[in-house]
């Protein structure tokens, strides 16, 4: 098994050519072995954006500027990592930012060191200048790099390409070259070899010139004494040079003499060899203070080199702003220019617009001429009128007498349709599977008219050349025993009324009932499908729907030998065939009931007439309705159908809150309901049949003006909207209602169920002209 690869983590900063030179000392130092590099950078300073007039706290520009100029600084940053990891070649090499945090930086590069568990951690001198450090307090922060750092953890400071090592006791340090050799630092002169690295006024290249335009100029009148007393020193020393030069040229000059004897003359050579001796160590000590000028040299020539680059850096400042100035001047004056110009344009249009006034004053006189004679074309026009309306009264006795042939025809279709039922061979006839297969093409989806909620699907059929619809049980969902099957069926053949669906027959193979097939659907499908055909329930048909659904509900309250309730109804168990004739559905076929289920399909009923009357849903606002009186009521009739008859309307929104109601005035049973339904209906038809009808009275289709556009209407109230407000879907919706349905922490479109981007609305100013104009074209009288 191979030995996992080694990490190494280093540590660079933005100094390209001392981070290069890091990265070749820690491919040198583990080249023989398999390793793997880890590259720690400090992030960009979010606090901070770097512009062309230096270093400003980023809120003193706008948020475009910003991410703009963040955006430089990090593709400069990244241009530089690219860099690092070409270098490293074939190792692998991976980069992990150090975020900005309120934390020291080495406190957070010991916290890395514990988190990550780092064993190897090079460390390039620049990164913590990238910090933004003084070279003051960078000695305390390796300092603390080096006490505080785990055990496992090997430490090794890079400076230039050589090892840089800090001991403890006493803060000294020697760097160590590529040979081995030490170059040992004393304390003080390692603090000002640490400033001679990072001098404070020496120009980083990621700021502008005009960076260093604060500093520099205090940093200079600090050390401006301190080079006057350099130069001074080198004078006194280039004398002091001559001086000892003068005694080496003594020494050298002087022979030995000839008249010695060869004791005299070892003496005589053993004073000189001393001197000579004492004249090599006094050139020693002079080429150490030789090596000590040369860096002072160097010293006062840098910060000299750094103050004329900055002063020329201000003076460059200096003269962009002077020219920027001169540009906004430019810009100043092209605005005022333009201001004259744009005065003149607008003295221009005040006198056009004058002169268009006094037109318009000729054009009033001339109006007026013209209006008073279309008030005398009016006149006719009335009087025109009048010879339409008589036309209409006799249209309007002619659709009577057809009203009265198509109720004939209703009932007599009606009558044709139980006799046709009754003479049927296969009436509660138990049909074989094959004919249930057949009828529906073997159960197709094309067949399947929908899947209902007591685990059963519902398909249309055609039978002996008659439609009828097969309830058929889903077994993969519950189980039907034939005890239970055959209960179903005794109790539905005992059900015959003309307003409850009539079952046809069974199959006890295929679990199923046959019932007779209802062509209009039900009246959910009627009200809010997509084709409107609830234009063509008006009024009165809607009071012959409530009257029919009563029928039938009694019919199972006081069925014999025990009652029976339907516990759901809703307008989807109510069916329409042909005629519009209305027939219970989906009622239950158990006994086990009490008086609150009765007392629930009484307020059920109730619910289902107001919303014939106002097509809206009222289930889950029964307080509201208790609290509402009929004249509140008729209100909000929905006027689609036609004009509403007051007396009728009133008398059915009466029935419809009482039934909802939950008091003393509630009804108690349905059988003082049915008897109050049919009342109604009986006024309703006698207004159908002309007494005290007036034109247009009920009849949906005489104008025009009374068809109301789709785009009228509320999709949550389902009526005419009076402040139609646009929301994030699209759509237009009356304005309380929409509020009403945001306030319930909905966030989704009440027509789509999806998500809405936001909850603003705007005013339909349009929709809303377009409806105001239709309400006065219908608020114009016929006579």
Request: with cysteine; hydrophobic share 35%; proline share 2%.
């Amino acid at each position: 098994m191979e030995r996992a690869a080694e990490k190494v983590y280093v540590a660079i900063g933005n100094d390209v050519q001392e981070g290069l030179a890091t990265l070749e000392w820690t491919l040198r130092k583990w080249s023989s072995s398999q390793f793997s590099i880890v590259i720690l950078h400090a992030d960009i300073n979010k606090d901070y954006v770097y512009t062309y007039y230096g270093k400003i706290p980023a809120s003193y520009v706008n948020d475009q500027s910003v991410d703009f100029l963040k955006k430089c600084e990090q593709g400069k940053l990244n241009k530089i990592l690219r860099q690092y990891i070409a270098f490293c070649g074939q190792v692998k090499t991976e980069i992990l930012n150090i975020e900005k945090c309120d934390e020291p930086i080495h406190k957070r590069i010991v916290q890395l060191v514990s988190g990550l568990g780092i064993c190897k951690l090079v460390m390039g001198i620049t990164f913590l200048k990238s910090s933004s450090w003084k070279y003051g307090n960078l000695l305390s922060g390796l300092k603390h790099i080096q006490q505080k750092k785990p055990d496992f953890c090997e430490l090794y400071l890079i400076s230039g390409g050589k090892l840089f090592l800090l001991k403890d006791e006493n803060n000294e340090g020697f760097i160590e070259d590529d040979q081995g050799a030490k170059l040992n630092k004393k304390r003080g002169s390692f603090r000002g070899w640490i400033g001679k690295m990072f001098p404070e006024n020496v120009k980083s290249p990621r700021f502008s010139p005009s960076s260093t335009s604060v500093d520099s100029p205090s940093i200079w009148e600090k050390c401006a004494e301190e080079i006057e007393g350099y130069f001074n020193h080198l004078v006194e020393e280039s004398e002091s040079g001559q001086v000892s030069d003068e005694i080496l040229e003594s020494n050298r000059s002087t022979s030995i003499p000839r008249n010695l004897t060869p004791t005299q003359k070892t003496e005589f050579l053993r004073v000189k060899i001393g001197e000579a001796r004492d004249a090599i160590h006094l050139k020693r000590r002079e080429a150490k203070e030789s090596v000590q000028r040369y860096s002072r040299a160097e010293w006062a020539i840098n910060l000299c080199t750094s103050r004329s680059e900055d002063l020329e850096a201000r003076l460059n400042e200096e003269t962009m702003k002077r020219g920027a100035l001169e540009k906004d001047l430019e810009t100043i004056r092209e605005e005022l220019s333009e201001t004259r110009i744009r005065l003149d344009q607008n003295r221009n249009k005040l006198d056009s617009t004058l002169e268009i006034q006094r037109e318009l004053s000729r054009k009033l006189k001339s109006s007026t001429m013209v209006k008073s004679q279309s008030q005398e074309q009016l006149g006719k026009m009335i009087n025109t009128r009048g010879g339409m309306i008589q036309d209409i009264e006799k249209l309007r006795k002619q659709k009577n007498v057809m009203q009265r042939r198509i109720e004939f025809c209703r009932d007599k279709d009606a009558i044709e349709m139980v006799t046709r039922l009754n003479n049927f061979g296969f009436s509660y006839k138990e049909f074989t599977a094959e004919e249930i297969r057949a009828g529906t093409d073997h159960f197709s989806e094309h067949c399947r008219i929908k899947c209902s909620g007591d685990f059963t699907n519902v398909y249309r059929a055609r039978i002996d050349h008659t439609t009828v619809a097969v309830k058929l049980y889903d077994f993969r969902i519950r189980q039907v025993s034939e005890e239970e099957f055959d209960t179903k069926v005794k109790v539905l053949s005992r059900i015959q009324h003309p307003h409850v669906v009539a079952m046809i027959g069974f199959c006890k193979e295929l679990k199923c009932i046959i019932f007779e097939y209802m062509h209009e659907s039900c009246l959910r499908n009627v009200f809010f499908s997509n084709n409107r055909k609830n234009q063509a329930l008006n009024w009165h048909a809607r009071v012959g729907i409530a009257a029919e659904v009563c029928s039938g509900l009694s019919f199972l309250h006081l069925s014999k030998p025990r009652p029976m309730v339907h516990g759901n109804l809703n307008l989807g168990k109510i069916l329409l065939d042909r005629n519009h004739v209305a027939k219970v559905n989906g009622f239950r076929l158990d006994f086990s009931f009490d008086e609150s289920d009765i007392r629930s399909d009484i307020q059920d009923f109730g619910s289902l007439v107001l919303q014939l009357l106002t097509e809206r849903n009222w289930c889950g606002f029964l307080d509201e309705v208790n609290m509402m009186n009929e004249a509140t009521l008729v209100e909000v009739l929905d006027q689609r159908v036609g004009e509403w008859p007051l007396q009728v309307a009133m008398e059915l929104a009466r029935i419809a809150i009482r039934c909802s109601s939950s008091g003393d005035g509630a009804y108690t049973g349905m059988t003082m309901v049915m008897k109050e339904m049919e009342e109604v209906r009986k006024k309703a038809d006698d207004v159908v049949a002309g007494v005290g009808c007036s034109v247009n009275e009920f009849n949906v289709d005489s104008d025009d003006e009374t068809i109301i556009p789709a785009s009228f209407f509320c999709p949550i109230l389902k009526d005419v909207m009076k402040n139609p407000h646009i929301a994030s879907d699209g759509f237009s919706y009356e304005l309380s209602a929409i509020k009403q349905w945001l306030g319930m922490s909905h966030n989704t479109s009440p027509l789509t169920n999806l998500d809405l981007e936001h909850k603003r609305l705007t005013p339909n100013h349009t929709l809303r002209s377009l409806i105001h104009d239709w309400h006065k074209k219908r608020s114009i009288p016929l006579t």
